[in-house]
């Protein structure tokens, strides 16, 4: 389903982020917003999440309004985020971030959630060797790993990655981006927020460059390969 | 009385003292973990337990003519329900809309406090009132004495203790097992401990925060209650009772570290015992002294408390 991002306002308390911001994700397509550190990237996912109210403007997941919902209901729509520094409950097990995962999933039921589970788990071998492990002592790339299945677990329309890459080693980096482009051709709608031109210029369909709250201009992909220097400029490299 | 036997009698005391505050005290311990509020009103609703279970009790005495054992029972359930039901009610009008800030939070629930206390006496009175045990009988015990004969077993006339007595500290054990088992073994604990966490990653993974406070906020009444109700058969229900709990609960709290339940529970145990051992063989007084230097000891030289994290 189409997520549509129509001129939003957002803010913390009274001190606004993003100013009239809008954009489209599609289903099976990556579209990655980028900017500077403090353009709004972060505060237009947790918007996106419910997890910031709107001072003005709308969002739509195709034909139902979801601005306005409590992030609770954002995520039964098909929604989920992949947070910036990971975020996992670290007292928890590897198998019970996942079970939080499984419960915000649209699809009840033990044998749906069994399979769901051993779904995500495929996906990342390495975390059914650590099931039991308390989720702070992983590594990092296997927190990654965590945070990406735990969102997974929701099966969302639309997945908010932030960051995914941020100080991973190179290999679990390339098996994180492989996971995000096989989601999209799976139809998944990806936004992600991304730093690293290269990762840009391999996985983008599609680039929103924010700068300052307020939408510059959106790429396509082939506009991005030709324009790196653009892409450079907005990142502040 | 030899010294043996009159230390056993003291430590039997201590560990009635020690169950019920472990309750108490882990009620307390849940609600600043989870939600960081300072609960000065806690001790209010271990009052409430102790009065709802008179209510309950009488009740069914006079109206049904319900045997003390039954009516017991049924305190024991319905008590800490209702008691519980008050706190989340009271969350949802007061915490919640003060957003849990720590600092207004502590005027709010003083407020609390003296509401429920208040309400307390204008609907039971100021009388102290007392709940019938659902049992009691006197259980004599042995001691040992070195004769010319060898060591042999002997009845120290006064030396024993009751049946009741010692139910309230196998069911407060009962209890919080049970307690344990549901914050790690169910679902609820699973929510509960992922919101402690982090509110906002719980909340975009579907768990409603606020009804999980509430829940919390209720759970932790709940649990001061069932302290209550069994402590009332040996103490009696009245409506300034909850200063005591309070007090003891929070030097408990602290000892055992902030928001560390099982921490609370073996600082309860220490306090509790260390009551019963200065209460028998010197005085009240004393003991609530020593647990007070205690607490202002840990605070100097342990700020996290013995079992607590420190804070980053």
Not at chain 2, 50 to 65: M, P
């Amino acid at each position: 389903m189409m997520l549509r991002v129509e001129s939003i306002d957002v803010g913390y308390g009274t001190a606004q982020v993003l100013y009239g911001l809008s954009f489209s994700a599609q289903p099976g397509q990556i579209t990655c917003l980028l900017g500077r550190n403090g353009a709004g990237k972060t505060t237009t996912l947790h918007a996106l999440m419910g997890l910031l109210p709107l001072m003005a403007g709308e969002i739509r997941l195709g034909s139902t309004t979801i601005s306005g919902l409590a992030a609770p209901d954002v995520v039964k729509q098909g929604i989920a985020l992949v947070p910036q520094g990971r975020r996992l409950f670290g007292a928890l097990s590897v198998a019970e971030n996942i079970e939080i995962g499984l419960m915000a999933s649209p699809k009840q039921g033990k044998t749906e959630h069994r399979r769901n589970r051993s779904r995500v788990l495929e996906l990342f071998p390495r975390l059914k060797e650590r099931l039991g492990q308390q989720a702070s002592t992983l590594s990092g790339g296997e927190q990654q790993m965590l945070a990406t299945a735990r969102a997974l677990c929701v099966e969302p329309q639309v997945l908010l990655l932030d960051e995914p890459t941020e100080g991973l080693q190179p290999s679990i980096a390339q098996q994180l981006r492989d996971v995000s482009r096989e989601l999209a051709r799976q139809g998944v709608a990806v936004v992600l927020v991304e730093q690293h031109l290269d990762t840009v210029l391999e996985l983008a369909d599609s680039a929103v460059l924010i700068e300052s709250g307020r939408l510059v201009r959106t790429l396509s992909a082939e506009q991005l390969k030709n324009n790196p220097s653009l892409v450079t400029r907005h990142l502040g490299i | 009385m030899e010294f043996g036997p009159h230390l056993i009698l003291a430590l039997l005391e201590g560990s009635v003292t020690a169950a019920v505050l472990a309750l108490t005290a882990a009620g307390l311990a849940i609600v600043f973990g989870m939600l960081r509020v300072v609960n000065v009103a806690h001790g209010e609703f271990f009052m409430l337990g102790a009065v709802f279970a008179w209510f309950v009790t009488s009740g069914l005495s006079e109206l049904a003519n319900v045997p003390p054992a039954p009516a017991f029972l049924c305190a024991l359930i319905v008590a800490p329900i209702a008691t519980g039901a008050v706190a989340a009610l009271a969350d949802r009008l007061v915490l919640s809309r003060i957003g849990y800030d720590p600092e207004r939070t502590i005027v709010a629930t003083i407020g609390l406090l003296y509401v429920l206390q208040q309400l307390t006496l204008m609907t039971y009175g100021p009388e102290a009132r007392p709940v019938e045990a659902p049992f009691n009988t006197r259980i004599a015990l042995p001691w040992f004495e070195q004769g010319s004969d060898g060591w042999a077993l002997y009845w120290p006339w006064g030396f024993g203790t009751t049946s009741y007595k010692l139910f309230v500290i196998g069911a407060a054990a009962g209890l919080l097992i049970i307690l344990w088992l549901l914050l790690r073994h169910t679902r609820l604990g699973l929510v509960m401990r992922a919101t402690q966490q982090d509110r906002d990653m719980a909340s975009a993974f579907g768990i409603r925060v606020n009804r999980v406070y509430a829940m919390v906020f209720g759970l932790g009444a709940a649990l001061a209650a069932l302290g209550a109700v069994l402590v009332v058969p040996i103490q009696q229900a009245h409506y300034l009772m909850g200063g005591d709990p309070l007090l003891m609960s929070f030097i408990v709290v602290i000892i055992g570290g902030l928001g560390s339940v099982a921490g609370t529970v073996v600082a309860a145990i220490m306090i509790g015992l260390a009551d019963g051992v200065v209460s028998v063989f010197f005085s009240a007084t004393l003991a609530k002294i020593i647990a007070t230097i205690a607490v202002a000891l840990v605070l100097v030289f342990r700020p996290h408390g013995l079992f607590g994290r420190r804070s980053a």
